[in-house]
């Protein structure tokens, strides 16, 4: 009897749905209720977003397309197809970017007197000032280097901008010079007390002749390469992770490019000859109306200090029960505490770390990281604990994207302190967040625990949206100094054979762990959900929705009549609101001041509900590739506040869309209500106001209190 394949579920492809993540983006920078200033910050995160996605998705599809591997997509693309998509959605982007710079945002600027202008647009006094700054500040840095036989086509780096000029002689005709634009120079230089500002591109090729004295320079444009930037490293092919990881660095840089971007004033030529000697492909040149790398516009937002033209200021808050003169070990042990950052302040982990390093009763601390910031108080906090003769071993990440030099200079720096330093397992990426503070207390070692949804991360503590739990409970403390122990004591061959064999298991009661139960332990969820039928309900809030076996849980749910909502901030491939597969299923997104990152998902379980807070999203990468921690709220008062924390996320209607079943999405309708401002309001009102953490001061946050009180005494 012939066999048929089974029905392919519905699903939207998810490089496409990155891009209309993008396009949410774009909008706030479009909303001209948005602050103007922030409006140009949402233009740049848009461009490094866009740029991000031609490094990592358009080179992973490249490299699909170059070994002819022509596996479909789950939507059912070839690499092919999907390129061709991408390629079109992404062009699309890329001209609303330039639109909305060029036709909103600039002008909305420069009736506020802040003004982007090109050198020619100077007054003839203004240029003379501006020649004689180019001359002795920035043509020293630069060298001009000509394209002829005798001079090879130059390599271009990855994401910097460079010149294309076009000089001619009398005797020898035109050729070609090329020059890059040092990344150490200012991306714009400001007149008339920094309220107007003159890109670095724009005062270089006006001022090229300097170069060329008995030569005429022509015409020249701007343009950058972005290029592939995915790390492959080979099992058996890597002796010391380290060194593989630097190397792979290294040829990284130059790998192949996915986009030539290029001001399109350039003439065919000028573009054929950079397509040819940066090898692109015709397909990948994206010209540019304007102002390459808008990214770096919103270092114009850095400097203006106009408090109209900025969201209102917020700085974080602490806890009222952290915001106390008891050691912060007594207070943990008086019950569980949740963080809900950036409206608490990120300074609580500091300072608890603070005090562990400088405890003498603290002997051991245990900590993960996976993307820290430069100068991180972590790190300083990790370090002192070393110096201080804790046993301090840290787990640090060295395959997190785009940050890999960095952790490996961090975790060098750990190293020469004291700490035991172990880099990952090669292959599956360490993406759990916690902390594990073991002290000595009445004749036994108890555990101190934080786990979070974010990153270890001051800068990124301002701007994302996480949950943090700290909590002294005993069961919590084991499993996660378990979890570390696991990612310092197995290797990466070892837990492969676990994982591959389906052998004994590390045993977790609360914890949760990708790869060995994350995948399966979420079905069986939704499955049980599904028995409920109409009564059962699901609430979700992550970053992205990918993996097609939980979309297929989620629409048999569906069918059963479970009532699900989603809030998915960037990718997701489910298709809500399908008659028969998905009418119960609503997905949102929100785009608003902070970057939605939270991971936190409720199960009504027959009116006793679950709540359970993740380092990972619902993709296959997560459940499979990575080292993830799910873990459950069990306080009472925490299970409140999460459950507050989904409520008024879901009550969005300001800065919310929602996903159609045709894969659009439009923006909610029915009012202004806006749930980071409510977030900010019940801050305000319920916690005990902090300033933002000066990571220069070393000392924890209430010897800075008392030094203050004395000080008003």
């Keep these: 009897m012939p066999t048929t394949s089974p029905k392919p579920i519905p699903l939207l492809n998810r490089e496409l749905s990155r891009l209309d993540y993008n396009r949410r983006v774009l909008a706030k920078a479009e909303d001209p ?99 004689e700054h180019f001359r002795t500040r920035i043509a020293p840095m630069l060298t001009p280097l000509a394209i002829d036989p005798g001079h090879p086509f130059p390599f271009v780096a990855n994401r910097s901008l460079n010149v ?72 058996d092919e890597v002796e010391d992770l380290r060194d593989s990881v630097e190397a792979e660095l290294r040829r990284r840089e130059r790998k192949q490019v996915v986009c030539l971007e290029i001001d399109s004033r350039a003439d065919e030529d000028v573009v054929r000859l950079l397509v040819a000697g940066t090898r692109a492909k015709a397909e990948d040149v994206y010209p540019a109306p304007g102002f ?16 109209q033209l900025h969201f209102a200021d917020f700085n974080p808050r602490l806890p009222q029960r952290l915001a106390t003169s008891a050691d912060i070990f007594s207070i943990i042990r008086g019950g569980d505490i949740l963080l809900h950052r950036p409206y608490d302040s990120f300074t609580a982990v500091v300072e608890l770390l603070h005090a562990a390093a400088t405890d003498p009763d603290v002997v051991a601390i245990k900590q993960t990281l996976y993307q820290t910031d430069e100068g991180s ?29 960095r952790n490996i200079a961090l975790a060098a720096r750990l190293q020469d302190a004291g700490a035991q330093v172990v880099y990952g397992l090669l292959g599956i990426q360490t993406h759990a967040k916690l902390s594990v503070i073991v002290r000595a207390e009445e004749g036994s070692l108890r555990h101190y625990v934080h786990l979070s949804t974010g990153n270890y991360n001051v800068d990124a503590a301002r701007v994302y949206t996480d949950l943090d739990l700290l909590t002294a409970n005993d069961d919590f403390g084991r499993e996660a100094s378990q979890l570390v122990n696991l990612l310092t004591g197995y290797s990466a061959a070892s837990l492969s054979e ?31 959900e599904a028995k409920f039928g109409p009564q059962g309900r699901i609430v979700a809030k992550l970053n992205s929705l990918l993996d097609p076996q939980v979309i297929q849980a989620l629409y048999d749910a569906s069918r059963a009549g479970v009532k699900i909502d989603l809030v ?32 936190i998902v409720r199960f009504e379980n027959g009116g006793a509900p679950e709540l359970f807070l993740s380092s990972g999203d619902w993709m ?94």
């Design 377 to 405: 108080p972590i790190i300083d906090k990790l370090v002192l604990a070393a110096e201080n003769g804790k046993q301090v071993s840290v787990v640090i990440e060295l395959q997190a994207r785009f940050e890999e030099a």
């Design 33 to 131: 209720q948005v602050p103007l200033l922030e409006r140009l910050r949402f233009l740049a995160f848009c461009s490094q977003n866009l740029d991000e996605f031609f490094m990592v998705r358009v080179g992973a599809t490249r490299d699909l397309i170059d070994a002819g591997i022509d596996d479909r997509t789950p939507d059912g693309l070839s690499p092919v197809e999907q390129m061709a998509a991408m390629r079109k959605r992404a062009k699309e982007l890329l001209a609303d970017v330039y639109t909305c710079l060029a036709e909103r945002v600039l002008p909305a600027m420069r009736a506020e007197g802040i003004i982007v202008e090109s050198f020619r647009d100077l007054e003839p006094a203004e240029q003379q000032q501006m020649r």
């Design 620 to 713: 296959p990468r997560n459940f499979k590739n990575r080292v993830e921690v799910t873990f459950p709220l069990l306080d009472r008062d925490v299970r409140a506040r999460a459950e507050q924390v989904l409520e008024i996320v879901l009550a969005d209607t300001a800065s919310s869309w929602e996903l159609q079943a045709d894969g659009t999405w439009l923006r909610r309708n029915g009012g202004n209500f806006s749930s980071q401002a409510r977030f900010i309001e019940i801050t305000r009102a319920e916690s005990v106001r902090l300033g933002p953490y000066d990571e220069a001061m070393d000392e924890p946050l209430k010897v800075r209190r008392k030094a203050r009180k004395k000080k008003k005494r």
């Design 164 to 235: 294309a000029a076009i000089v001619e002689s009398e005797r020898t005709g035109e050729h070609v010079v090329l020059m890059k634009i040092p990344p150490l120079l200012p991306n714009f230089t400001a007149l008339d007390g920094g309220r107007r500002f003159i890109p670095v591109g724009s005062l270089i090729t006006a001022n090229l002749d300097y170069f060329f004295p008995s030569l005429e320079v022509k015409r020249a444009v701007l343009f950058r390469v972005l290029r592939n930037s995915e790390i492959s490293l080979e099992d």
């Design 498 to 528: 676990v994982l591959d064999s389906g052998g004994e298991r590390p045993r977790w009661n609360h914890f949760v762990l990708a790869p060995f139960d994350y995948h399966r332990w979420l079905i069986g969820k939704i499955e049980r």
């Design 292 to 307: 390459l790398k808008i990214s770096e516009l919103a270092g114009i937002a850095d400097v203006i200090e106009d408090t």
């Design 568 to 599: 998915v901030r960037a990718m997701c491939a489910l298709v809500p609101g399908i008659e028969g597969v998905s009418e119960n299923i609503r997905v949102m997104s929100i785009v608003d001041r902070f970057l939605e990152h939270s991971r």
